[in-house]
C-alpha cells in the first residue's frame, strides 16, 4: 500500500484549493491494534466516576436482634432483618468506590496517538481546511461550514490553538467536539467517524512528530 497521500485542502466554502502531501510512515512507522485498544480502554476507564455504592448488612436500618429462636419454630433458622438474604437486608458483596484510572507509559500513549491519526489519514477520514476563525460566536456558520465540506456525522475539530470564539461556535452542534492539536489523544480521535484539521494544526502536529534519527 503507498504510503504518501496527498490530502486536498479546502475552504469554508468547500471548494479545494490545494494539496497537502503527507506520508503516513512519518506519523507512524506501522499501525498496532493492541496498543490502540489499550490506550481506549485506558481513556475510557479514567472517564469512570467510580462512585456506585451499595450499602453493607452494617449500613442499613433494622434491629440487630436475632429474629426468633433458633430451634423449635419449624422455620428456617434466621439471623437478625439486616441479614443480605432478606428484603431490605445490605448486600452481601456490597459495590464501594473506587478509583479505576491508571496510566500506560507517557511513550506508548504518544506513538498511539499518531497511530491513530495514521489509520484515521489511511481510511480518507481526515478532512482538511485552509483555515477556521470567528470573531464572535456564531454556531450558524461552523454548522454551514461543516455542510459545505459535507461532514454530517461525528467530527473531531483539531485547530492549532485554544480560541474561545470557535469553541463556542462548535460545542452546541450535536456529535461535534473542538480541541487544539496539543490536547489530542488516540481516544479523542478514533471515537468521531471523521475528523477536520486545520493546515496549522496537521503541521503543528506534524512538526511534534519525532524524527527517525532523533
Not at 430451634?71 to 433458622?77: E, L, Q, S, V, W
Not at 470557535?166 to 467517524?193: C, M, Q, T, W
Request: glycine share 6%.
Amino acid at each position: 500500500m503507498d504510503t504518501k497521500i496527498e490530502l486536498p485542502i479546502y475552504d469554508k466554502s468547500g471548494n479545494e484549493v490545494g494539496k497537502y502531501p503527507i506520508d503516513t510512515k512519518d506519523v507512524a512507522a506501522k499501525i498496532v491494534p493492541q496498543l490502540l485498544h489499550d490506550a481506549v480502554v485506558m481513556y475510557r476507564a479514567n472517564l469512570r466516576q467510580g462512585s456506585a455504592k451499595s450499602k453493607r448488612r452494617d449500613e442499613v436500618a433494622g434491629a440487630k436482634k436475632k429474629m426468633y429462636r433458633q430451634k423449635g419454630t419449624g422455620n428456617a433458622r434466621a439471623g437478625h432483618r439486616r441479614s443480605g438474604v432478606r428484603r431490605g437486608g445490605g448486600h452481601i458483596f456490597a459495590k464501594a468506590p473506587r478509583d479505576w484510572s491508571y496510566r500506560l507509559p507517557r511513550k506508548s500513549l504518544q506513538v498511539a496517538l499518531r497511530m491513530a491519526v495514521a489509520s484515521k489519514i489511511t481510511d480518507s477520514q481526515v478532512t482538511v481546511i485552509d483555515a477556521l476563525s470567528a470573531e464572535q460566536p456564531k454556531t450558524k456558520d461552523m454548522a454551514a461550514v461543516l455542510k459545505a465540506l459535507k461532514i454530517d456525522s461525528t467530527v473531531l475539530v483539531a485547530v492549532e490553538s485554544y480560541n474561545v470564539n470557535l469553541y463556542k461556535s462548535f460545542r452546541n452542534i450535536e456529535g461535534v467536539r473542538i480541541l487544539p492539536v496539543s490536547d489530542l489523544n488516540a481516544y479523542e480521535v478514533l471515537r468521531p467517524k471523521k475528523v477536520l484539521m486545520t493546515k496549522d494544526a496537521l503541521d503543528k502536529f506534524v512538526a511534534s512528530v519525532p524524527k527517525k534519527n532523533e
